[in-house]
């Protein structure tokens, strides 16, 4: 109990002395830049505020089904990888009970899954 209390106390003195600095001196940094840019030009000021975030909306939309087809191609990867790694390090297991061409099968079929 009294380690969970230690390390709660420590995250909170962490985030008061850094973190919640870094949050104001962010925050009134972005408040002076955007009076800084309505004071040059408030056209432009218009336009950055809404063109950014809608460039950002965007960009995350057409790249989601890049994501998640990568996070896929990971998961079959780890597949290939691990019945890779199962194969070797039981390979005594293999030639005992004759397993060498089931593994080489199963190896090859989520080898063709993953491509």
Do not use: C
Request: net charge neutral; no cysteine.
């Amino acid at each position: 109990m009294l380690s969970v209390l230690n390390a709660d106390m420590a995250k909170l003195k962490t985030l008061l002395s850094d973190n919640l600095k870094d949050f104001f001196y962010h925050s009134i940094r972005f408040v002076f830049a955007l009076a800084y840019i309505i004071s040059i030009n408030w056209m432009l000021a218009l336009v950055s505020t809404i063109l950014t975030p809608a460039i950002f909306i965007l960009i995350s939309r057409l790249t989601q089904p890049v994501t998640k087809r990568s996070e896929e191609m990971q998961d079959e990867i780890g597949q290939v990888n691990s019945l890779a790694q199962d194969s070797l390090s039981g390979a005594m297991v293999v030639k005992s009970f004759n397993l060498a061409g089931i593994l080489d099968e199963r190896f090859h079929q989520a080898n063709l899954k993953s491509a």
